[in-house]
Nanobody, 123 residues
């Protein structure tokens, strides 16, 4: 079955960097797009970034463009989210997910979710 485990979250100062990783178990990974979402306290879960199954295409939320980079290593069954220039508003629980299609960017286009990892950015 498909399982996703996020890691790499933590406390970081504004302007700093952090790299999240999501290890995926199951045959689905290499042939599926992957995405990152986040949910801040009191807010709905929002899309952050997604990457195609081959890693050749990606899409980002406007709020993170130029600061975050999504990548994947299919040999390791892992997707990453490299975050730079972090801001307090980036504070949230970050989730990775397995998607459908080519390059999904909405929650309904993702079918499997991890448990999340906390990212806290201090001012």
């Amino acid at each position: 079955q498909v399982q996703l485990v996020e890691s790499g979250g933590g406390l970081v100062q504004a302007g700093g960097s952090l790299r999240l990783a999501c290890a995926v178990s199951g045959r689905t990974f290499s042939s599926s797009p992957m995405g990152w979402f986040r949910q801040a306290p009191g807010k709905e879960r929002e899309f952050v970034a997604a990457i195609s199954w081959s890693g050749g295409s990606s899409v980002y939320a406007n709020s993170v463009k130029g600061r975050f980079t999504i990548s994947r290593d299919n040999a390791k069954n892992t997707v990453y989210l490299q975050m730079h220039s972090l801001k307090p508003e980036d504070t949230a629980v970050y989730y990775c997910a397995v998607g459908f299609g080519i390059l999904p960017a909405t929650q309904r286009e993702f079918g499997y979710w991890g448990q999340g990892t906390q990212v806290t950015v201090s001012s």
